[in-house]
């Protein structure tokens, strides 16, 4: 019983193999983070939405009726 525990022992403190995260993890997090940067750069800069929410110089004035 003894002999089982050490062998199980040596084998979790084994390094495992390199898997498809530990390869390219951080370079498919910094794909996707400039992915997302460069599309909202692009959103809100080229496709012309007016932010400004203050009806201030769009709204004119009616003639007061007296």
């Known amino acids: 019983a003894r002999g089982v525990q050490?062998?199980?022992a040596r084998g979790a403190h084994r390094r495992h193999?390199?898997?498809f995260h530990d390869r390219y993890g951080n370079l498919v997090l910094l794909g996707g983070a400039a992915m997302f940067t460069s599309v909202?750069?692009?959103v809100l800069t080229q496709l012309g939405i007016e932010w400004g929410l203050s009806p201030v110089g769009?709204?004119?004035p009616r003639e007061w009726r007296e």
């Open 6 to 8: 050490l062998s199980a």
């Open 40 to 42: 909202w750069a692009y």
């Open 17 to 19: 193999q390199p898997d």
């Open 58 to 60: 769009r709204i004119t």
